[in-house]
């Protein structure tokens, strides 16, 4: 059975950095592509970033690119977000999710962790 | 590019049938058949319930159907059972943009 577990939420200033990981099981990890999702509390979802299985394309939504960077370690099974200069507006629920079928990407988040909460605020 | 739209609230009554649409653009649900939709029961992550517009992941119940016109995706549940009561969001990807999500539904089961 696939498990996606996020940790590395909590609160934290404006400006200043937070670096979100998830570990996988339960599932080849090193054969999908991977994303983050975002939720703002009460508020819808919102795509943030996706790494393929090779790592070597990443894309980013316009409201984080050039301050968050995903990254992913196959040999541990683990992806991760590192989040820059964070603002009120990144507050929310941080969701890793995997991506339907192997190899390139799709965009179908088939499954999904509980998520982990990043508030940013002084 | 913006969200999807999607209406705020739908309601029906179990074992009826209700249909949640998704409106786009042609350079997004329009234009290709990379639509999905979730659904997210309150304190818990979304589930992936219809991808490529029309088909259902394994153990996805058949009282779930997809379908596009146009610019427009639904989403049409039948049978209502009050388990289906929850947030409901659709998300397209152009073949080499981002993804959109719509802005959810909130189904109540009356």
């Known amino acids: 059975e696939v498990e996606l577990v996020e940790s590395g939420g909590g609160l934290v200033q404006p400006g200043r950095s937070l670096r979100l990981s998830c570990a996988a099981s339960?599932?080849?990890?090193?054969?999908?592509?991977m994303h983050w999702v975002r939720q703002s509390p009460g508020k819808g979802l919102e795509w943030v970033s996706s790494i393929t299985w090779n790592s070597f394309n990443t894309r980013y939504a316009d409201s984080v690119r050039g301050r968050f960077t995903i990254s992913r370690d196959n040999a541990n099974n683990s992806l991760h977000l590192q989040m820059n200069s964070l603002r009120a507006e990144d507050t929310a629920f941080y969701y890793c999710?995997?991506?339907?079928?192997?190899?390139?990407?799709?965009?179908?988040?088939?499954?999904w962790g509980q998520g982990t909460l990043v508030t940013v605020s002084s | 590019q913006s969200a999807l739209t999607q209406p705020a609230s739908v309601s029906g009554s179990p074992g009826q049938s209700i249909t949640i649409s998704c409106s786009g653009i042609?350079?997004?649900?329009?234009?290709?058949?990379?639509v999905s939709w979730y659904r997210q029961h309150p304190g818990e992550a979304p589930k992936l319930i219809i991808y490529d517009v029309i088909n259902r992941p394994f153990g996805v119940s058949n009282r779930f159907s997809g379908s596009k016109s146009g610019n427009t995706a639904s989403l049409t549940i039948s049978g209502l059972q009050a388990e289906d009561e929850a947030h409901y969001y659709c998300s397209s990807s152009a073949s080499s943009s981002t993804p959109l999500f719509g802005g959810g539904t909130k189904l109540t089961v009356l």
């Open positions: 999710a995997k991506d339907r079928v192997g190899g390139g990407i799709n965009y179908y988040f088939d499954s």
């Open positions: 042609s350079s997004d649900v329009g234009g290709y058949s990379y």
């Open positions: 339960g599932f080849r990890f090193k054969d999908y592509t």
